[in-house]
């Protein structure tokens, strides 16, 4: 008999998306096959009575945490047997991870060469997800449990640690009525359709502005003209695609709450780019990039603008705003948001967007007089001293105070010109 005829040909591999569609390329937080049901909150302590092992027989103490296949580590804190931490790090806690436990592994960091392991222990999580009632302190004594001590197992030490949990439920609740206490600026309790425009920015959400005004009336189901965090919870939840509809990614709220614990702290996290996305590469985080054009050189090249200044920028140039920033409402809006977000940047926990910031600028840290890893807000690290000699102000008439991008006019009849994007524009023109 003839042969059976050939299959048909595989179709053609679909084209790679463009390097611009970051948001789509991100790996998802939580794959499709798992089910979530929360966050998983450790925060370290401190350390007592450690072995010893440098030549003075004291150590440089750091610890790594692991949850399943996820790993964080604290600093090292140098010369002591009894360090403090105060290192707070979360996982997200599904249907496959569950039944883990939480290792810590103890290890005393060393200049040259491998560093030398102190102890471990692990944590069983069944208590505090079982009945997730605030954080639930232990001591707990570290065991050799890789064999390299020989005995010395009650020298090892004990660490102080807390454990919390944050159900499904009370994160989604928790960020939406964050978010809506965010860019409720008056206190009303309620967000309108500029507030919302604003919320829709920073969330990066794919909704044009001519949807903005359609979606606004569909989320108001009492229609009293204003849209409360309950009704935008219940819209969110009415239907299986409108949260990636109105976030552009059904991971949103997961990475806000491996940044944040409470309500307060959604809108502070959703707007710092490295604490949101603290493994992805600068091209990775997703938003907002402008074409800045060097008038020297005369090339061009691409910027990301943070989170919060895109905001900002949407906020001024919205059609809602009428593009005046001089009206009460808009001003009061940007002064809220520059407030919040100095807040937050005074935050401790703002210090997990510096690593980042310093990759991304290209910072040249051998300058500053402090070691990164001791700054303990990013704002103390922003107004960071230099080391004497590191930048010499010479006898130039003008210095800049500031790493900045620079505008500089050759007379004072160039500087009277309106300058945009490195061309020159006179009243005639416009």
């Given at each position: 008999p003839p042969p059976p005829p050939l299959p048909p040909p595989p179709p053609p591999m679909a084209p790679p998306p463009p390097p611009n569609q970051q948001q789509q390329q991100q790996r998802p937080v939580v794959s499709l096959v798992?089910?979530?049901?929360?966050?998983?909150?450790?925060?370290?302590?401190?350390?007592?009575?450690?072995?010893?092992?440098?030549?003075?027989?004291?150590?440089?103490?750091?610890?790594?945490?692991?949850?399943?296949?996820?790993?964080?580590?604290?600093?090292?804190?140098?010369?002591?047997?009894?360090?403090?931490?105060?290192?707070?790090?979360r996982f997200l806690v599904t249907s496959v991870t569950e039944k883990l436990p939480v290792a810590l592994h103890v290890f005393d960091w060393d200049r040259v060469g491998k560093d030398d392991y102190i102890g471990s222990v692990e944590i069983s999580t069944a208590n505090v997800l079982g009945s997730p009632m605030g954080a639930v302190p232990l001591t707990l004594g570290l065991d050799d449990l890789r064999g390299e001590h020989k005995g010395k197992h009650a020298q090892l030490g004990e660490v102080d640690v807390e454990l919390s949990f944050i159900?499904?439920?009370?994160?989604?609740?928790?960020?939406?009525?964050?978010?809506?206490?965010?860019?409720?600026?008056?206190?009303?309790?309620?967000?309108?359709?500029?507030e919302l425009?604003?919320?829709?920015?920073?969330?990066?959400?794919?909704?044009?502005?001519?949807?903005?005004?359609?979606?606004?009336?569909?989320?108001?189901?009492?229609?009293?003209?204003?849209?409360?965090?309950?009704?935008?919870?219940?819209?969110?939840?009415?239907?299986?695609?409108?949260?990636?509809?109105?976030?552009?990614s059904r991971d949103t709220i997961c990475r806000v709450f491996l940044a944040a614990d409470t309500?307060?702290?959604?809108?502070?996290?959703?707007?710092?780019?490295?604490?949101?996305?603290?493994?992805?590469?600068?091209?990775?985080?997703?938003?907002?990039?402008?074409?800045?054009?060097?008038?020297?050189?005369?090339?061009?090249?691409?910027?990301?603008?943070?989170?919060?200044?895109?905001?900002?920028?949407?906020?001024?140039?919205?059609?809602?705003?009428v593009r005046v920033?001089?009206?009460?409402?808009?001003?009061?809006?940007?002064?809220?948001?520059?407030?919040?977000?100095?807040?937050?940047?005074?935050?401790?926990?703002s210090k997990a967007s510096i690593p980042e910031f310093v990759k991304y600028h290209k910072l040249n840290m051998a300058e500053s007089l402090e070691p990164v890893e001791t700054f303990v807000t990013f704002n103390e690290f922003f107004y960071r001293k230099l080391k004497p000699g590191a930048r010499i102000i010479d006898e130039s008439p003008v210095v800049s105070a500031a790493d900045c991008r620079l505008s500089a006019f050759a007379t004072i009849t160039d500087a009277t010109k309106i300058w945009i994007k490195g061309k020159d524009f006179t009243v005639s023109k416009l």
């Open positions: 798992e089910v979530l049901l929360g966050v998983l909150r450790v925060r370290l302590l401190r350390g007592r009575a450690l072995l010893g092992l440098d030549l003075l027989g004291n150590s440089d103490p750091y610890v790594e945490v692991v949850y399943g296949t996820e790993k964080r580590r604290c600093s090292s804190v140098r010369n002591t047997r009894s360090p403090t931490w105060n290192f707070t790090c159900p499904k439920k009370d994160m989604d609740i928790a960020f939406w009525k964050g978010l809506c206490q965010h860019f409720d600026t008056n206190g009303s309790g309620a967000i309108d359709l500029l425009s604003l919320m829709v920015a920073a969330l990066q959400s794919p909704i044009t502005k001519e949807e903005l005004s359609t979606l606004y009336s569909e989320i108001d189901q009492s229609k009293d003209g204003k849209v409360s965090w309950s009704e935008l919870k219940a819209w969110v939840e009415s239907a299986t695609g409108n949260l990636q509809r109105l976030t552009g309500a307060e702290e959604v809108g502070a996290a959703l707007l710092d780019d490295g604490r949101l996305h603290p493994k992805e590469s600068s091209a990775a985080i997703p938003g907002m990039t402008i074409m800045v054009r060097d008038r020297i050189t005369g090339k061009s090249f691409e910027e990301r603008i943070p989170s919060s200044i895109m905001v900002a920028m949407r906020l001024i140039y919205s059609p809602w705003s920033a001089d009206t009460q409402q808009v001003k009061r809006l940007l002064a809220h948001l520059t407030e919040s977000q100095g807040r937050h940047y005074n935050d401790p926990r």
